[in-house]
């Protein structure tokens, strides 16, 4: 199957970024370089092309009633224009996708991974069974960007007729831009401030370019990655599977055991009494950057795996997140990570690696 | 750098042959593949390398490629100040971005290096 392309798909082309799969589309890694587009993010402003995320919509009396069987977060508690980070898992507590629901007075809304939108819309109408709930999916009719930044709110001043200023973090406006219906977000995965912008796909250019001309970088998935694992988000495929629980992921706090029944509860009851490998930071001596799938040691014994790394341009050192044991979690445990034969001092830390300043 | 005197290898590293030592570097166009250069390694001196096998690693921000020796023999110096300044690979990818030096034994084979016509094909038919 040919891969998807965004309606800013020529618009990145033409500005020679460089193009990867990811997901199932067709996105830019990069357009002038990782670190210079890293560091507009955490200096200034920088604006990402993010349409590939599934953006699915609820109507109907009972679309509280769906997202709560497949949410582990408490959607019920939500108010109205509030934005939830969640996870949907399956029957045996694994994670299927991690998501954001919002809550509008007349209806809901979630973002889903770009890879999981086919898996979660047959999910979710597997599971609709008889409740009275409209499912649509927008992801190709819509375009999605996030402009992130300590700059970006103040770049994006007058931009909708919200002003996204006002809105409290992980809160979002049903708002207009040039007269056209959007939705601004206080949301992110940059570990910046900034907003999330969704609009109509015939909008998509004419938005980016309105944002680009107020000084926002265009920023490319491989920013995008550095600028998350800093801030120790996790990433679909990598940090969450479906044979990794969100209680093992470190992801507690997005977990409403005591909300009533949702899919995969009864598991994660049983789970957290488990001993099981658990996500830890690992800061590692020296430049090189251990990768998915490198093996994490302590003394002549393998206690875990690598599901991301990278050198951190902010940070300015080699860092990781690895699944190990718990009796090798403990911040401040010496470790090794096998790169490529070489064995690499490693200490665990705390999470999140970088955290702004607010 | 006269570059029609260099020889090359496919996975783009340049060799300039001097008698019985072989000077390596990469190409500008593979420089030009690696955006950020975060870390590099770079064997040591006395070790023995084979012909098409890798001494050492270019690492960027978001991959790790090996480079491999044009010919086999014996790493005989090592351009150290790159580790500290990878950047220097990009910057000046045929003068002060060498890699090693490597010694052949005599009669070490060097027929397989391509020419630089050759080597501009080869480049030209990747598309690019």
């Given at each position: 199957?040919?891969?998807?392309?965004?309606?800013?798909?020529?618009?990145?082309?033409?500005?020679?970024?460089?193009?990867?799969?990811?997901?199932?589309?067709?996105?830019?890694?990069?357009?002038?370089?990782?670190?210079?587009?890293?560091?507009a993010?955490?200096?200034?402003?920088g604006?990402?092309?993010?349409?590939?995320?599934?953006?699915?919509?609820?109507?109907?009396?009972?679309?509280?009633?769906?997202?709560?069987?497949?949410?582990?977060?408490?959607?019920?508690?939500?108010?109205?224009?509030?934005?939830?980070?969640?996870?949907?898992?399956?029957?045996?507590?694994?994670?299927?996708?991690?998501?954001?629901?919002?809550?509008?007075p007349?209806?809901?809304?979630?973002?889903?991974?770009?890879?999981?939108?086919?898996?979660?819309?047959?999910?979710?109408?597997?599971?609709?069974?008889?409740?009275?709930?409209?499912?649509?999916?927008?992801?190709?009719?819509?375009?999605?960007i996030?402009?992130?930044g300590?700059?970006?709110?103040?770049?994006?001043?007058?931009?909708?007729?919200?002003?996204?200023?006002?809105?409290?973090?992980?809160?979002?406006?049903?708002?207009?831009?040039?007269?056209?219906?959007?939705?601004?977000?206080r949301?992110?995965?940059?570990?910046?401030?900034?907003?999330?912008?969704?609009?109509?796909?015939?909008?998509?250019?004419?938005?980016?370019?309105?944002?680009?001309?107020?000084g926002?970088?265009?920023?490319g998935?491989?920013?995008?990655?550095?600028?998350?694992?800093?801030?120790?988000m996790?990433?679909?495929?990598?940090?969450?599977?479906?044979?990794?629980?969100?209680?093992q992921?470190?992801?507690?706090?997005?977990?409403?055991?005591?909300?009533?029944?949702?899919?995969?509860?009864?598991?994660?009851?049983?789970?957290?009494?488990?001993?099981?490998?658990?996500?830890?930071?690992?800061?590692l001596?020296g430049?090189?950057?251990?990768?998915e799938?490198?093996g994490?040691?302590?003394?002549?014994?393998?206690?875990?795996?690598?599901?991301?790394?990278?050198?951190?341009?902010?940070?300015?050192?080699?860092?990781?997140?690895?699944?190990?044991?718990?009796?090798?979690?403990?911040?401040?445990?010496?470790?090794?990570?096998?790169?490529?034969?070489?064995?690499?001092?490693?200490?665990?830390?705390?999470?999140?690696?970088?955290?702004?300043?607010? | 750098m006269?570059?029609?005197?260099?020889?090359?290898?496919?996975?783009?590293?340049?060799?300039?042959?001097?008698?019985?030592?072989?000077?390596?570097?990469i190409?500008?166009?593979?420089?030009?593949?690696?955006?950020?250069i975060?870390?590099?390694?770079?064997?040591k001196?006395?070790?023995?390398?084979?012909?098409?096998?890798?001494?050492?690693?270019?690492?960027?921000?978001?991959?790790?490629?090996d480079?491999?020796?044009?010919?086999?023999?014996?790493?005989?110096?090592v351009?150290?100040?790159?580790?500290?300044?990878?950047?220097?690979?990009?910057?000046?990818p045929?003068?002060?971005?060498?890699?090693?030096?490597?010694?052949?034994?005599?009669?070490?084979?060097?027929?397989?290096?391509?020419?630089?016509?050759?080597?501009?094909?080869?480049?030209?038919?990747s598309?690019?």
């Open positions: 199957m040919a891969n998807l392309r965004t309606p800013l798909y020529d618009w990145h082309v033409a500005k020679k970024a460089k193009m990867v799969e990811f997901g199932g589309w067709e996105m830019p890694v990069q357009y002038t370089g990782i670190i210079d587009e890293h560091n993010v955490r200096t200034a402003a604006l990402f092309d993010i349409s590939h995320m599934g953006r699915l919509s609820f109507g109907g009396p009972d679309a509280l009633s769906l997202i709560q069987r497949v949410f582990t977060n408490n959607a019920a508690t939500m108010k109205d224009f509030q934005v939830r980070y969640g996870l949907i898992c399956n029957e045996r507590g694994g994670v299927r996708d991690d998501v954001l629901v919002y809550r509008w007349y209806g809901w809304a979630m973002v889903v991974n770009a890879s999981n939108r086919l898996k979660i819309v047959e999910w979710l109408n597997q599971h609709k069974a008889n409740l009275n709930v409209q499912m649509q999916d927008q992801t190709l009719d819509s375009c999605m996030a402009v992130q300590p700059k970006a709110l103040e770049i994006c001043r007058g931009l909708t007729e919200a002003d996204a200023s006002q809105l409290k973090y992980y809160y979002a406006a049903p708002t207009r831009w040039k007269g056209k219906q959007c939705v601004v977000s949301t992110g995965y940059t570990g910046e401030d900034g907003i999330e912008v969704m609009i109509s796909k015939a909008a998509a250019v004419e938005l980016w370019q309105d944002v680009v001309a107020r926002a970088k265009p920023c998935l491989g920013a995008r990655d550095t600028l998350r694992l800093e801030a120790a996790p990433l679909y495929g990598h940090e969450l599977t479906e044979t990794i629980d969100p209680l992921a470190g992801l507690a706090w997005a977990v409403k055991l005591d909300k009533g029944d949702f899919i995969g509860r009864a598991a994660l009851e049983q789970l957290q009494k488990l001993p099981r490998p658990v996500r830890v930071g690992l800061e001596e430049k090189r950057a251990a990768r799938g490198c994490v040691w302590s003394g002549s014994r393998e206690v875990g795996k690598v599901t991301s790394g990278s050198f951190g341009p902010t940070l300015q050192k080699s860092i990781a997140m690895a699944y190990v044991e718990p009796t090798s979690a403990a911040v401040g445990t010496r470790l090794e990570v096998d790169i490529r034969g070489d064995r690499m001092s490693a200490t665990v830390v705390k999470l999140p690696f970088y955290e702004r300043k607010k | 006269d570059l029609s005197k260099l020889k090359y290898s496919p996975t783009h590293e340049w060799a300039q042959l001097e008698g019985d030592t072989c000077t390596v570097g190409t500008s166009f593979a420089a030009e593949q690696l955006q950020d975060t870390y590099l390694k770079l064997p001196v006395g070790d023995a390398v084979k012909q098409e096998g890798p001494f050492g690693e270019v690492e960027t921000v978001k991959a790790v490629s480079i491999y020796a044009p010919v086999a023999g014996t790493i005989s110096a351009n150290e100040k790159l580790v500290d300044d990878p950047e220097t690979i990009k910057n000046d045929f003068g002060a971005g060498w890699l090693v030096k490597i010694r052949m034994q005599p009669g070490t084979s060097t027929a397989h290096l391509l020419s630089y016509e050759q080597y501009q094909k080869q480049i030209e038919s598309g690019h």
